[in-house]
RNA sequence: GCCGCUUUAGCUCAGCCGGUAGAGCACAUCAUUCGUAAUGAUGGGGUCGUCAGUUCGAGUCUGACAAGCGGCACCA
């Protein structure tokens, strides 16, 4: 042991310090800006406090607001801390519980004092003035090495019942820390943390909103209240921040249905989509694009019952495992009382099906089928019916009724790689047609409770990581990732998940693999040796819901989708009434050629059409006054744009019918 | 399902301490024919989410229920 440690820097330098030297005299010795700038260190790669001591020779960089990632994530961790030791403040008796950094700011659990309901957005300003004033005081933050029991000890003795119960359950042999704020609060955190409270910027946080949560995440246990903030480095992030959220809002689905005229829901059905005249065209648009796809791929549509006996729904095992979320009726008249209907419940029960797979089961088992059958794919648009929990529901995005790109693959097993590979790509087609540029693929492997031997599992998670390879795909650049335990009961699944324009994922296509339903159902076919064999089942979907994947096209595009689905593709509108004739002409040749337009004779100013077309996010409009009628010419006008060109319509209208052609049925470049 | 909040005209919202509703936009009518994001005037429109309760009187206070919003949990 020497009395120094070589402690070596990012600019590829090297000290020799004392030992025991803390990152803080590191930077101190290295320059005062240093110093000052300085919130954390990593010490060969681990952040920690910078009055964490170095006790052996080390790589060591100094963080400091410039490294953001690391000084956001402690930034966030602090002003938890400090929201924490508010709250206890303001509103003695309060349990503290956990806090941590999220992605755009931070949360902390907490049991407020009986008596006292849980934290409302009423509190919020006080407990935010209240964290300004502990910033403000720039209050050290100290660490401390506890002994469990002695600090299982103090919890309890203070009344911090979770605390204590989360400090023994912490695994054995784990250093157990405590992090002062000044000499007057403390809570168990495993850190780092910021020098003093004063690092942390009292303009850059803000407190957005309260919720329930439960202790652990489990709804057996009780219920904490959740306050939530958002927090970053200074002023103008937190500032910009806002300006982003505000950005979000506007894209929302619900906001855009609605100004756009395309879709309502109403409590009468609530859970249910009412399509208007402009949101179904555009479902048209992309169910027919689907459908083009998937012929072109091989697959066979089919259309399959919406209620189905109980006893089927018991036989495929749904009955057991999926009843509470699904819509049953009795297959009688009912009786009535006081126009109330009565249900006898003797007769048999019908369920609305949650889903088209056993449906097609029975459509594979009608006939023999031959090795030669195989694969088989059928698919479905397949409306189904959900009867989610209420609080899940959410615009298009969770509904109780809605209609998936459904198709099951019956395939031999040694067909199931390739099958599996070709789905990828035929995913891969439709996202990138649809203006996805990324995506990640992730592989969800077996859960604990589990049907199936380990050997079918084994088998099942090889062949779809085979297929991802057989693609190329399973790199870091495709989000490519395992993911333990996430799997469905019967078999494991594979996830796309899409990143839309402001970097949000939505989990989207799924494939997996399943050999339970085709042995429940008793789905068999003749193998080359004349034997009985059971197929393969892969249930796969490439959008998962029309309705949700049209909330997320929506809001991807700020809904301005592009040409092909936009319900309105063009506007032919009218500057005087003298160019309505002409318009006319117009727009019956562009109808003609098979675009979606409209024209608009209104008398109304030119400036006003402009903008009211605009805010429906039509794409083009075309402008028609006495000038263009004379001339036999269009002036045209596209979405978001002032320039303006004018055509005559024998080279305009072929411009437009070649944008407005679906990607799948555009020739080749 | 759980926690919090919300529900007033088609939309966005105002309505103080309880005294039978108001704005902007939209809509209708009239005038205006006007060159690229809101022309002007006039007018119509509300059982204040539903059901109970307190009160001489409830949009306003209380309760239950429903839906919506933000989370949590759920999403075989």
Same mark, same amino acid.
């Given at each position: ?41 990593? /010490? ?15 790589? /060591? ?25 508010? +709250? ?59 002994? =469990? ?49 004063? =690092? ?57 249905? =609605? ?23 555009? *479902? ?17 549509? +089919? ?25 049953? !009726? ?12 009565? !249900? ?86 439709? *996202? ?8 990640? $693929? ?22 779809? =990581? ?44 799924? $494939? ?12 068999? *076919? ?23 994947? $049209? ?23 009218? $500057? !005087? ?8 002409? /117009? ?9 979606? !337009? ?35 010419? +269009? ?18 209208v072929p411009a437009l019918v070649a944008e407005a052609t679906p990607p799948d049925l555009r020739s080749a470049a």
């Open positions: 042991m020497t009395a120094h440690v070589r402690i070596s820097l990012p600019d590829g330098s090297a000290r020799e310090m004392p030992r025991g030297t803390t990152a803080a005299e590191l930077a101190a010795a290295i320059g005062p800006g240093l110093a000052k700038a300085a919130l954390a260190a990593r /010490v060969d790669g681990e952040l920690v406090d910078l009055e964490r001591p170095i006790e052996h020779d080390a790589s /060591v960089a100094l963080v400091t607001a410039k490294d953001e990632a690391d000084a956001l994530e402690l930034v966030r961790h602090d002003y938890a801390h400090v929201l924490a030791e508010a +709250v206890q403040r303001l509103f003695p008796g309060t349990q503290i519980t956990f806090g941590p950094a999220t992605e755009d700011g931070f949360y902390y659990d907490f049991a407020p004092p009986p008596g006292r309901g849980p934290f409302t957005e009423a509190d919020l300003p006080v407990i935010e003035e209240e964290m300004r004033r502990i910033i403000r005081a720039d209050k050290p933050l100290r660490r401390e090495v506890w002994d =469990r029991d002695a600090l299982i000890a103090r919890w309890k003795a203070e009344g911090e019942h979770f605390k204590a119960e989360w400090a023994a359950q912490l695994p054995e042999g784990e250093e157990i820390t405590v992090y002062w704020s000044g000499d007057d609060w403390m809570d168990m955190c495993r850190g780092p943390h910021l020098p003093s409270t004063g =690092r942390l910027d009292p303009e850059a946080f803000r407190l957005t909103r309260v919720s329930g949560a439960y202790w652990r995440g489990d709804p057996r246990n009780p219920q904490l209240s959740r306050i939530y903030g958002t927090g970053w480095l200074n002023r103008k992030q937190l500032e910009a921040h806002l300006a982003r959220l505000e950005e979000a809002a506007k894209r929302d689905h619900r906001r855009l249905g =609605r100004e756009m005229g395309l879709f309502h829901l109403q409590e009468e059905a609530h859970g249910s989509v009412f399509w208007h005249p402009r949101g179904w065209m555009i *479902y048209r648009q992309l169910e027919a694009y689907m459908r083009r796809r998937l012929d072109a791929a091989g697959y066979l549509e +089919v259309r399959t019952p919406q209620l189905m006996s109980a006893r089927q729904w018991e036989q495929s095992g749904h009955w057991g495992k999926y009843r509470e979320n699904m819509f049953v !009726v009795p297959d009688e008249i009912p009786a009535t009382e006081d126009g109330k209907p009565i !249900v006898s419940g003797k007769g048999e029960f019908l369920a609305l099906k949650p889903m088209n797979c056993p449906a097609h089961v029975l459509i594979f088992r009608q006939g023999l089928k031959s090795y030669r059958d195989l694969p088989l794919r059928l698919a479905e648009f397949g409306c189904c019916h959900r009867n989610e929990p209420h609080g899940a529901l959410h615009g298009l995005m969770r509904v109780r009724q809605f209609t998936q790109d459904d198709a099951h693959i019956f395939c031999r097993e040694d067909q199931l790689v390739s099958e599996v590979a070709a789905f990828i790509d035929l995913l891969d087609r439709v *996202y990138r047609d649809l203006g996805f540029a990324r995506y990640a $693929i992730k592989l969800a492997l077996r859960p604990a409770q589990r049907f199936g031997s380990d050997a079918m599992w084994d088998w099942a998670e090889q062949s779809l =990581r085979d297929a991802v390879a057989a693609t190329g795909r399973n790199t870091p650049e495709h989000g490519w990732e395992e993911l333990p335990g996430e799997g469905a009961f019967y078999a494991p699944k594979l996830e796309f998940h899409l990143e839309d324009a402001i970097g949000r994922t939505w989990q989207v296509g799924t $494939i997996q693999t399943d050999t339970v339903l085709p042995e429940r159902l008793d789905a068999s *076919y003749i193998g080359e040796d004349g034997a009985r064999h059971r197929p393969v089942m892969l249930h796969r979907a490439i959008l998962g819901s029309f309705e949700r994947f $049209i909330g997320i096209l929506l809001e991807h595009h700020a809904g301005r989708l592009p040409m092909w689905l936009a319900p309105v593709q063009v506007v032919v509108a009218t $500057i !005087v009434s003298d160019a309505d004739g002409w318009a006319g002409e /117009v727009a019956a040749a562009l109808a003609a050629a098979g675009l979606r !337009v409209e024209t608009d004779f209104r008398n109304e100013k030119i400036n006003l059409k402009v903008r009211e077309h605009s805010l429906m996010k039509v794409p083009v409009m075309l402008v028609v006054g006495r000038r263009e009628a004379a001339e036999r010419t +269009v002036a045209v006008r596209r979405l978001g744009e002032e320039r303006q060109e004018t055509l005559p319509l024998d080279t305009l």
